[in-house]
T-cell receptor, first 111, second 114 residues
């Protein structure tokens, strides 16, 4: 299982773009990169998933370089409601569930 | 399409009692995962099930814990003879039969052992 490393915490202000980078040096060929968001007392919410290059949806973008040893979650123009813990997971169908979520990155958005 | 449902949302048990946590996956999802989250910590994988099969239970404590996902009905996580250290939030996630590892989580069951 690929081990992931993320910053413990980040601060931002409303309206700014936030980029959270996750390192996963041991990513395997079949592994996908998935990001989740968790608010206090709630279950994690799927944000975005990618395999390579760039993926964009209505809430975020995911940038994955060619070597796939890291990935960056980009949140455009954050608001106070984006304050949450963000988790990066690496795995395929058979081992994704085994990935511990780790401590994630606590993003605090200030007014 | 309703999301993953878990019940009860809160459960209080005294030491030595049994706790049963239920998870109904999203419609069309045949894979279920259970996680435990202690306060101020990340989620820890417990078990991965498909209908009538346990695929991976490497994260389950060896004693007192069991899980099932029957052909009909919800997945059940059962904790026998609960102890205070079992107090945590238990999350269930489900995923469709596809090649990507996307999981959709329920709201969790918060277990408090007195």
């Amino acid at each position: 299982l690929a081990k992931t490393t993320q910053p413990i915490s980040m601060d931002s202000y409303e309206g700014q773009e936030v980029n959270i980078t996750c390192s996963h040096n041991n990513i395997a060929t079949n592994d996908y990169i998935t990001w989740y968001q968790q608010f206090p007392s709630q279950g994690p919410r799927f944000i975005i998933q990618g395999y390579k290059t760039k993926v964009t949806n209505e809430v975020a973008s995911l940038f994955i370089p060619a070597d796939r040893k890291s990935s960056t979650l980009s949140l455009p123009r954050v608001s106070l409601s984006d304050t949450a813990v963000y988790y990066c997971l690496v795995g395929d169908r058979t081992n994704a569930g085994k990935s511990t979520f780790g401590d994630g990155t606590t993003l605090t958005v200030k007014p | 399409n309703a999301g993953v449902m878990q019940n009860p949302r809160h459960l209080v048990r005294r030491r030595g009692q049994e706790a049963r946590l239920r998870c109904s996956p999203m419609k069309g999802h045949s894979h279920v995962y259970w996680y435990r989250q202690l306060p101020e910590e990340g989620l820890k994988f417990m078990v991965y099930l498909q209908k009538e099969n346990i695929i991976d239970e490497s994260g389950m404590p060896k004693e007192r814990f069991s899980a099932e996902f029957p052909k009909e009905g919800p997945s059940i996580l059962r904790i026998q003879q609960v102890v205070r250290g079992d107090s945590a939030a238990y999350f269930c996630a489900s995923s469709p039969p596809s090649t990507t590892p996307t999981q959709y989580f329920g709201p969790g069951t918060r277990l408090l052992v007195l």
